[in-house]
């Protein structure tokens, strides 16, 4: 007997609800949502109100004092001047700036309100807003880069250096992340097994442009170096034209005779596929690290290191949830007079994370 519409409207309807499904969590997997996070993000649907930064605002704690907002150099740092670039709220950016806050460091938001920056396949923007924010960073001064919804701190800026000065090889100009996942899509198979990229005892690492350190004229130098040569070289909207695809075929083409790759995790950490190389609770399912007695500080026991920043790239970000939880900050009070910098001026970091924990 042949079926009936109405069987086949049902037949048809209930696999378009599994594929929806299916779409939908492969997409929060992706994401970071397909497990509940132990910690909340921290801010509130207030926070994404635009902010007037030129208004007048009071006096801030900054860089380990009091700022005027009408010191229009506040913004840099003595040591390293970190900055992210953010458009708006996203994942845990909140904890990116709170971890950074505990380690002495006072993180600057760039591209806060650009509403051109707003997908993954515009990720290449990074290049000229990252060129953007160099300017006003004088020759020798140390720039720090981070990727800020999902990325750690755990040391400060003088515990950096130093893991810096050991990482990066003496004759280049500044350091990268690298990662074992090969996500470099300018190359053919993604970059596998090019050995261009550095071999270590642990197999092949991979260029991971989300976590980097330099002096600023280098960096901006090297920067531009992509924006004019590698970037026309990609249409928009295609996988190859995003910050990591880029830099990664220069890097390819040459320029890792002048740039390292963090390839041991001396200083920047991609979680992604090494989660399991941190010394954990013993059968703890959940792969918990547990911080290093004496330090107090995560330790990667594959490479016997302890990296200074960690990025949860890709899809590792659901760890960062369970993970924050161990680094040494974590349950310690914020001066509730501290700031972040938007677009280089100073805002309340209240006024935009308020649910972190202030003193």
């Known amino acids: 007997m042949p079926r009936s519409s109405g069987q086949s409207n049902v037949k048809l309807a209930i696999i378009l609800l599994f594929s929806f499904v299916v779409v939908f969590w492969n997409v929060a997997a992706f994401t970071g949502r397909a497990s509940r996070p132990r910690v909340p993000l921290g801010y509130t649907k207030a926070a994404q109100i635009k902010l007037d930064t030129d208004k007048d605002t009071p006096l801030f704690y900054a860089n380990g004092q009091r700022v005027d907002v009408d010191d229009d150099k506040a913004w840099k740092q003595k040591d390293i001047t970190w900055f992210t670039i953010l458009n708006g709220p996203r994942y845990y950016w909140c904890q990116t700036i709170e971890s950074a806050w505990h380690n002495g460091i006072t993180m600057n938001l760039w591209g806060w309100g650009n509403t051109e920056f707003n997908d993954w396949l515009k990720t290449w923007m990074k290049i000229p807003l990252a060129i953007e924010f160099s300017i006003g960073l ?44 090969c996500a470099v899509q300018s190359l053919p198979f993604h970059g596998c097994n090019n050995t261009r990229f550095p071999i270590t005892p642990w197999g092949l690492r991979y260029l991971n442009s989300g976590l980097y350190l330099g002096p600023a004229d280098k960096l901006r130098y090297f920067l531009q170096w992509v924006e004019k040569v590698y970037l026309p070289r990609y249409a928009n909207g295609t996988v190859q034209r995003n910050d990591q695809s880029v830099i990664g075929k220069a890097y390819h083409d040459g320029w890792n005779q002048n740039m390292t790759l963090d390839s041991s ?95």
């Open 138 to 181: 004088d020759k020798g001064d140390m720039m720090g880069f981070v990727d800020g919804a999902d990325s750690l701190f755990q040391k400060s800026n003088s515990e950096i250096m130093e893991l810096y000065d050991n990482a990066k090889a003496p004759s280049h100009h500044f350091l990268m992340s690298s990662e074992i996942n």
């Open 265 to 359: 995790n001396i200083l920047f950490q991609s979680v992604r596929m090494a989660e399991g190389q941190y010394c954990q609770e013993g059968g703890d399912s959940k792969k918990l690290p547990v911080p290093d007695p004496v330090t107090k500080k995560l330790k990667n026991c594959l490479t016997d290191s302890s990296p200074g920043v960690f990025h949860f790239n890709g899809k590792a970000k659901p760890f960062l949830g369970n993970w924050i939880t161990k680094f040494w900050w974590y349950g310690k009070t914020i001066n509730p007079d501290a700031v972040v910098f938007v677009n280089k001026k100073p805002v309340s970091l209240k006024a935009i994370c308020p649910k972190l924990n202030y003193g």
